[in-house]
């Protein structure tokens, strides 16, 4: 299986990062306003028909959207 973080940062580069911006995993997404609300809606989206799953709006928060780190913490509650 691909590595999840990989895969979500490379998402996030090619969706909303300028070529100037260095992403890392523990980058800040939503607080940094690199992920807006409605970008946030479409990520969702991508990790829930790549991956199978669903993503409860209650867990969909801009909390747990803020970093790679932490979506990626997400996407593997929801896989396992």
């Known amino acids: 299986m691909e590595d999840i973080k990989e895969v979500i940062l490379q998402y996030v580069i090619e969706e909303y990062a300028d070529e ?25 989206r991508f990790l829930e028909v790549k991956y199978k799953i669903s993503i409860p709006d209650e867990d969909a928060s ?11 913490d997400l996407v593997k509650r929801f896989t396992s």
């Open 20 to 44: 100037d911006d260095e992403l890392t995993y523990s980058s800040p997404l939503i607080s940094s306003g690199l992920v807006d609300s409605f970008s946030m809606v479409s990520l969702k």
């Open 62 to 72: 801009p909390e747990a959207f803020d970093s790679v780190d932490k979506i990626a």
